[in-house]
């Protein structure tokens, strides 16, 4: 993801019970609309098999950080 224009921070996060979850930072939607294109192939194309269900995919704007 770094080489997507716009690229900030990523996390990944173990929540437990098999759940992972992941947070991307971009600094426009276009970049952030390029992540979730490349990661939706990779998962599809490397994870898929491992995966029970597929990514839910949620965009949206930050408004507030500390």
Not at 30 to 58: K, Q, V
Request: hydrophobic content about 45%; proline content about 6%; cysteine-free.
């Amino acid at each position: 993801m770094r080489q997507v224009p716009g690229f900030v921070a990523f996390y990944w996060i173990d929540a437990g019970n098999g759940v992972v979850v992941s947070t991307s930072v971009f600094q426009d939607r276009a970049g952030a609309e390029e992540s979730n294109l490349r990661a939706s192939n990779f998962i599809r194309d490397s994870l898929g098999a491992y995966l029970p269900h597929p990514p839910e995919i949620t965009a949206g704007e930050v408004l507030v950080t500390a």
